[in-house]
């Protein structure tokens, strides 16, 4: 049996680094913690608290709609909702309200699908 201690990485298939780069970071605001090139493609890491989002383009990854997700941890709900629309970025799921928290689900520019999220405080 493997003792999983963690999560590693989540990761997203891009068509086009350097447009996927300018959501992240232009958009989202996401710093790069490593940048490679490799083998025919790119690797880029952010490091959001003690977890990493990696984005990876080349021939052998396919993003789209359907595929993993990851969801983001915002510290302001509406201030966050404003700027995602203001930079016309696509809303899967309008905002909605649980029980536990505040959620919306967005895409990114090759339709991966990003969770927008806001814990309720206890």
Same mark, same amino acid.
Request: proline share 7%; charged share 20%; hydrophobic share 40%.
């Given at each position: 049996m493997l003792n999983i201690? &963690?999560?590693?990485?989540?990761? *997203?298939?891009?068509?086009?680094?350097?447009?996927a780069r300018?959501?992240y !970071? &232009?958009?989202?605001g996401l710093?790069?913690a490593?940048?490679?090139?490799f &083998?025919g493609g790119?690797?880029? !890491? *952010?490091?959001i &608290?003690s977890q990493?989002?990696?984005l990876g383009?080349?021939p052998?990854?396919?993003?789209g709609?359907?595929g993993g997700?990851v969801?983001?941890e915002? !510290?302001d709900?509406e201030p966050?909702?404003?700027?995602?629309r #203001?930079n016309n970025?696509?809303?899967?799921?309008?905002?909605?309200?649980?029980?536990?928290c505040r959620?919306?689900?967005i895409?990114?520019?090759?339709d991966?699908r990003? *969770?927008?999220?806001?814990?309720? #405080?206890?």
């Amino acid at each position: 049996m493997l003792n999983i201690t &963690g999560i590693a990485f989540s990761s *997203y298939a891009v068509t086009d680094m350097a447009r996927a780069r300018r959501f992240y !970071e &232009g958009v989202l605001g996401l710093k790069p913690a490593v940048l490679n090139d490799f &083998g025919g493609g790119q690797w880029a !890491e *952010y490091n959001i &608290g003690s977890q990493t989002l990696s984005l990876g383009s080349s021939p052998a990854f396919k993003p789209g709609p359907d595929g993993g997700s990851v969801a983001l941890e915002v !510290e302001d709900w509406e201030p966050s909702l404003a700027h995602l629309r #203001a930079n016309n970025v696509k809303f899967r799921m309008e905002p909605l309200t649980t029980p536990v928290c505040r959620m919306a689900v967005i895409s990114d520019p090759d339709d991966n699908r990003i *969770y927008i999220h806001k814990r309720t #405080a206890k």
